[in-house]
């Protein structure tokens, strides 16, 4: 085929749109991509004759399941849940399992068609995919919730392995739950397996593991700044969220001499004036992670802060920002506000918690912007390492595990540059990081033929 015959990206769009209605957030993530690698393909016959892109657009499998369990009034509860196997060309499918009542079949193809770029960045053996269910695990007691994961787990188990692909948590997914699936999983099968990361110490888990995403989202930020030769010291940070990601997110700041203003719940978000040092981080975590309590609370403890309720925190006046909480939660307008306000660097820890006018708007300031399936890759580049030590059965020391996490960041970093380098100073982070990713992927697959 001639490359004047080739499909347009508008034209590969409303193909995306077609064969995939009523899934917007998947779109999105597509069409984010797309912009950037249809222009990095526009003279290279060898992706576009193999379809690569559309192939990578297109799951290898997507799983749905019922998912039955008994509450503890004895009423029989039904939800759905799913697994979404995007791409396996460069290693076993990896990515988390989110519990919420948002995840749909969109939600979660969005993540699995991120994460196979996210995990291409890393430099790891890992291919993409994510899983989930619409079950709330707020207001559901320890019971439950155990009742429901080996439920969950009872199909999911066909579906997964060591070296066939290997989930981890996300939302409404921690310690907690993973023990539970990995409890059930080990039942079922009776192999004890490295089939799930994020898993306690005791029982194969990796240390920082739960500091990765949020530490890592922090050292990409710290590498872009340097490339400006800046640091965070003495910055001030607006961070969304208050969960894992979020709270890790806010210590190493302060341990690198920034100062974080803001974080957030679902209910609006809390602004501290004085700054949120570690003791107040801690607090955060006990409240988050023990007490289940709501970030409004904080301003009773901490008299000085204010609660905002059913707001978001990007009309507070910051030197860098880190959307930490979940998708779309930073639109165009706030992005503007964000940059009117003096904004110079975002640091993306949740996955595409930009929207596409948002990401714009940042592209067009010129402004240090990292995408998510860049700066948040720490979490499961760490996964990745947790499923090396399994297969080795041995486990590394936190100060050895911190130093792999710094050098894998920094790997990203450069993978970015490499791509993403626009001349007279200006990196764009997305066009490097989707490129990079791509390459890698699309690589693979040209090796393996059309299968």
Known sequence: MAVTDHVDLNGFMEGVKKRNPHQPEFVQAVQEVAEDIFEFIEDKEEYHSAQ??????????????????????????????WRVQNNNAIGPYKGGIRFHPSVTESVLKFLAFEQTFKNALTGLPMGGGKGGSN???????V????????????????????DVDVPAGDIGVGGREIGYMFGQYKRITNHFTGVLTGKGLEWGGSLIRTEATGYGAVYFLENMLATKGDTLEGKTAVISGSGNVATHAAEKIVQLGGKVLTLSDSGGFIHDPDGIDQEKI?????????????????????????????????????????PCATQNELLGEDAKTLVANGCRAVSEGANMPTDLDGVHTFKHHKILYAPGKASNAGGVAVSGLEMSQNSARRSWSEEELQQMLKDIMAGIHQRCLTYGDQGGGYIDYVKGANIAGFKKVADAMLAFGVV
Not at 56 to 77: K, L, Y
Request: charged residues 30%; proline residues 5%; glycine residues 8%.
């Open 52 to 81: 690569i892109l559309r192939r990578i657009a297109e799951p290898d499998r997507v799983v749905s399941f019922r998912v039955c369990w008994e509450d503890d009034n004895g009423n029989i509860r039904v939800q759905r849940g």
């Open 135 to 141: 079950f709330n695990p707020k207001g559901k007691s």
């Open 282 to 322: 801690d607090w955060v975590k006990t409240h988050k992670t023990h007490r289940r309590g709501r970030i409004e609370e904080y301003v009773d403890a901490f008299p000085g802060a204010t609660f905002h309720a059913g707001k978001t925190p990007w009309g507070v006046p910051c030197d860098v920002a880190l």
């Open 143 to 162: 019971r439950e919730i155990m009742r429901f994961c080996q439920s969950f787990m009872t199909e999911l188990y066909r579906h997964i392995g060591a």
